[in-house]
């Protein structure tokens, strides 16, 4: 029965018995309250009645209800895997687990890692380059790792499940020359909805050539300042530029940072992968030089000692030959600044590729089991027997082969060695790039072929303002941080002598904090991590705790729960940490007043003050707003 009817029910009942109390002395004996035993079973019996019709009624209706709501739960298509998916896969039958799960489509996979990082679960890995499924009994329906797939179609889809998954937000371009809906205006990179470094670079080549051939054909505009302005300058905004500076092109470079923040934000020494599965890096950012100092990620090619010991002096005599020919091509494309660092390095790997090559070249199957012996003589019969001439093109082939991977199949290498790098060929190249400098608009001028870009540099108010033919923008997905809206947000603090922000956005090296009063704020991936580096060692899943002369104190303020995609490999580290007491969480609580040591806390549902702790640092690690307003703005469609 509902609240209503119960309430009813009693109150009747209670007006029966006051009856019964006022005129029960004045009636004969036989009767109650007024009425005799028969009027009292009558009532009792009807209202008994009415109660069984309600209940009854209210069943009907419940299970109605859920009857309708199964039917329509049957009545929505489960997603199968379609007989040309199956095709794809090289199926005929899929024998996977009946309950939800994604599966990857290797061929479309680019190895982004955004159905990785989107995954709460750990359902999913990079592996060789590229995602695969390690535990799809893990999988909780959860479907963001489709959502965020960035290919089209998708390489990773969620099977047996009824959901209806909706596609990300994207700005509308043409998949070719990457111009978006407003003509003239182009969009590279991340903010494109294709991550990955290597697309990026590729992108910023390709659309500067497509805008040079374009300019080309079409009629001069007198009132244009530049020919293009490109708008961020990570690794597509850097591609594009010096793409534009090689190719003659007046440009503009704007950067609201400084020039590749976007690499020098990830932590110190962290490797980054650039999914070299193909030869296909193609971009104004040169990676010669690059994956040449010995990592996790590198491994030898050439296991047989066997092998080495039979040919070791031919071995070494043809990789010093190409080692010394390949420095010489290959050392023009590194940074001046940084050649005579890497040559060592590149000698070193000529060498070893050319062993490689050559056991590939001489071996067959199960030549891992050869003897000294049986190798030296399919070296005599396969290559000494062959002319001069013959070998030497053999050779040639070789290096060549070892010269293309080079320069194109690098697998990555650490943050500092790639800035290292590429800064150094923007600098050397005479790359001009505006840093410190914020795009406030864009918009089509309306008398000639041209766009109006207001910006503001540094703390200056005053715009400038910029008319070019183009524009490329390549701002990222990062946009402007999140920020906590306190009223002295911009505080600065001094600890070493020097003023610094008390309020940080990223944090690029934890090793810079040492011994001091640290609060973190925020609930995801970011900032789970950041707590536990502030206070721990990582290695992979294992954590050490820092040293007590570098140990941080250190406070994470989540205003709610933890994000539902924090890893749980991540969460467990940040429990770990909890349980070992090197840091404190604390759920519900944010910032009430911020103090130059000190922070006030308060409860967030009431506004009432916890406590006061004393405070060097905040880490406001609370993501960053997606700059599809400002995209709007310049009246790019978001489909």
């Known amino acids: ?109 680019i190895g982004c890692q955004a159905c990785v990082d989107a995954c709460p679960h750990d359902v999913l890995a990079i592996v060789d380059g590229r995602a695969a499924v390690i535990a799809a009994d893990q999988c909780m329906e959860d479907t963001a790792c489709q959502v965020e797939c960035p290919v089209s179609p998708k390489a990773c889809i969620v099977i047996n499940t009824t959901k209806k998954i909706r596609a990300r937000p994207a700005p509308e371009r043409d998949a070719a020359s990457y111009l978006t809906n407003v003509p003239g205006c182009y969009i590279i990179g991340d903010v494109s909805g294709v991550p990955l470094i290597k697309n990026a670079v590729k992108e910023g080549r390709e659309v500067i050539e497509h805008i040079a051939a374009e300019l080309a054909q079409a009629a001069p505009e007198p009132q244009a300042d530049v020919d293009v302005a490109i708008i961020g300058v990570g690794p597509g905004g850097a ?20 020039i590749l923040s976007t690499i020098a934000a990830y932590p110190k020494g962290k490797y980054i992968f650039f999914k070299p599965d193909t030869k296909d890096w193609q ?22 000692t066997a092998f080495e010991n039979a ?53 067959k199957k199960n030549s891992g089991n050869l003897s000294e012996t049986e190798w030296r003589e399919l070296f005599e019969k396969n290559f000494l027997a062959l002319d001069g001439a013959e070998q030497r093109a053999i050779v040639e082939t070789m290096g060549d082969r070892i010269a293309d991977d080079l320069q194109h199949k690098i697998p990555g290498d650490q943050r500092e060695r790639i800035l290292a790098v590429w800064l150094g060929g923007l600098t050397e190249k005479g790359v001009v790039i505006n840093e410190n400098e914020s795009c406030k608009s864009v918009k089509r001028a ?43 947000e911009e505080m600065k603090i001094s600890l070493e002598g020097q003023p610094e922000n008390k309020v940080i956005y990223s944090l690029s090296n934890p090793n810079d904090y040492k011994k001091r009063h640290i609060v ?12 536990v580096d502030l206070v721990a060692r990582r290695e992979g899943s294992t954590i050490t705790a820092r040293s007590p002369d570098e140990m941080n104190k250190v406070t994470l303020l989540v205003r709610s729960f933890l994000a539902t995609n924090v890893k749980f490999g991540n969460k467990m580290q940040l429990y770990q940490c909890v349980d070992n007491k090197l840091l404190d969480v604390r759920f519900g609580v944010a910032i009430k007043e911020m103090r130059e040591r000190e922070l006030v ?30 995209l709007q703005s310049i009246g790019i469609s978001i489909s």
Request: net charge positive.
């Open 1 to 109: 029965m509902k609240r209503a009817q119960i309430i009813i029910s009693v109150l009747l009942l209670a007006l029966l018995i006051a009856v019964n109390q006022v005129w029960g002395a004045n009636t004969a004996a036989t009767q109650f309250g007024g009425l005799t035993w028969v009027g009292w079973t009558s009532i009792g019996v009807f209202l008994f009645a009415i109660g069984l019709v309600v209940t009854t009624t209210d069943f009907a209706r419940t299970f109605g209800f859920l009857a309708r709501k199964d039917s329509a739960k049957q009545s929505d298509p489960i997603r199968r895997l379609t007989p040309a998916e199956l095709t794809e896969l090289g199926l005929k039958k899929y024998r996977g687990p009946a309950y939800p799960h994604p599966v990857i489509f290797n061929d479309r996979c």
């Open 239 to 258: 591609s594009a530029a010096l793409t534009a500076h090689e190719g003659g092109l007046r440009y503009v470079g704007i950067e609201q940072e400084r």
């Open 283 to 304: 971009g104004g950012l040169s990676v010669t030089g690059l994956g040449l100092v010995k990592g996790k990620y590198d491994e030898a090619k050439v296991e047989s």
């Open 311 to 363: 040919l070791e002096a031919e071995l070494n005599r043809f990789g010093a030959e190409q080692a010394s020919l390949l420095r010489d091509e290959l050392s023009l494309k590194i940074p001046a600044a940084l050649r005579d660092e890497f040559a060592p390095h590149l000698e070193e790997k000529v060498v070893k590729e050319m062993k490689s090559a050559f056991k590939q070249f001489l071996g």
């Open 446 to 488: 309306e008398d000639g072929d041209y766009f109006l870009i207001k910006t503001e540099r540094g703390g200056e108010k005053t715009p400038i303002t910029y008319r070019a033919r183009r524009v490329v923008l390549a701002i990222g997905l990062r946009g402007s941080p999140n920020k906590l809206r306190l009223p002295n």
């Open 520 to 531: 973190i704020v925020g609930g995801g991936n970011s900032a789970v991590e950041a707590a």
């Open 601 to 630: 806390l308060m409860d967030v549902e009431s506004s009432k003050v916890i406590e006061t702790i004393p405070n060097d640092y905040i880490f406001a690690l609370i993501g960053g707003e997606r700059p599809d307003r400002f």
